[in-house]
């Protein structure tokens, strides 16, 4: 939370129930007035991200309205919560003023730190029906910043696809790719692919070509033959080696899983403490006389926004 002296949040009413997060109606607020509450990282302007909002403002306009709060003292001003590539957009494009949504507490922490992405299930359908409404896929590709080729391949997602997998995967981040792989399986055996990557949480390419390796002929779309029409499926040693090299992997993961958090906060504390020090200004002098590549690599660590941005320090 920020340090500045913002209005206190509406207390809870008697009935126990929990206050709204945002007042009911939009207010249009002048661009110069709002104040972003962070610095956009170097070479943003460049990014796909950057490109894909103004490729969709300039054809459809501002589809999610950015979120603020009156600053203290009735100054006129707004303190930016979340929106800050659209705000920045919109300035590029010499925009005056923009409808916002108005918070009723300072949480910068909720927005973009915890969005839901949106799954590529629940894409495809808002795409099928643009289209189906009339919308050009060209129109789409251009207001997402996509090549009209992607936007036909994703309109034709669940084409082969059983609808009861689809639906157990609408809410999933499941790559497109992944739905390639399930297409050449049965509809029941998409079905038990589906429910075993929800189990294991686990919705990568190579887990789902490992389900289909495994998969018996007779619960697959098409059987593959080889060069001479035999049968190309893997055998009985085949399917057992790999039966256990994902047994382990997924014994892995759970571990992995198991320590993360604890893992996390452990990285999170030393990375604090480390930006401490180097905050006294006797210890970073006695650093570049004495170990000049510690300082170096103390520095990188304390710089570290977030532990994702981070882990080239450790790969080769």
């Known amino acids: 939370m920020s340090s500045i002296d913002w209005p206190a949040a509406p207390e809870p009413g008697a009935d126990g129930q929990v206050p709204v997060a945002f007042e009911r109606d939009y207010i249009t607020v002048d661009i110069p007035a709002i104040v972003p509450l962070k610095t956009l990282r170097d ?153 075993l990557m929800i189990g294991q949480n686990n919705f990568t390419a190579a887990f789902a070509k490992a389900l289909l390796a495994a998969t018996p002929d007779d619960q697959l779309a098409k059987p593959p033959k080889n060069r001479n029409g035999k049968d190309a499926s893997p055998n009985s040693q085949q399917l057992a080696r790999m039966e256990r090299e994902l047994a382990v992997l997924q014994t892995r993961i759970k571990s992995v899983e198991d320590s993360y958090g604890i893992d996390n906060l452990h990285l999170t504390l030393a990375r604090g403490y480390v930006a401490k020090l180097l905050g006294n200004a006797g210890v970073v002098r006695w650093l570049s006389h004495n170990r000049q590549e510690y300082l170096a690599e103390f520095q990188r660590i304390a710089e570290i926004d977030t532990l994702a941005a981070g882990t080239e320090l450790v790969l080769p």
């Open 43 to 195: 070479g943003i302007h460049e990014s796909r991200k950057y490109a894909q909002i103004v490729s969709s403002i300039k054809a459809i306009g501002l589809v999610e309205a950015p979120v603020v709060i009156p600053a203290p003292g009735n100054s006129g001003q707004y303190y930016l919560l979340d929106g800050h590539l659209r705000i920045e957009v919109l300035k590029q494009l010499s925009i005056a003023s923009v409808e916002c949504l108005v918070a009723t507490d300072e949480d910068t922490y909720s927005y973009n730190k915890r969005i839901n992405r949106l799954p590529p299930v629940q894409e495809h359908r808002m795409i099928v029906r643009a289209i189906e409404r009339g919308v050009a896929p060209a129109q789409i590709a251009d207001a997402l910043g996509l090549e009209v080729q992607t936007i036909k391949k994703r309109s034709r997602l669940l084409d082969g696809i059983s609808p009861d997998a689809a639906e157990m995967l609408k809410d999933t981040s499941c790559p497109v790719v992944v739905f390639e792989i399930l297409r050449r399986m049965s509809s029941l055996r998409q079905v038990e692919a589906a429910d």
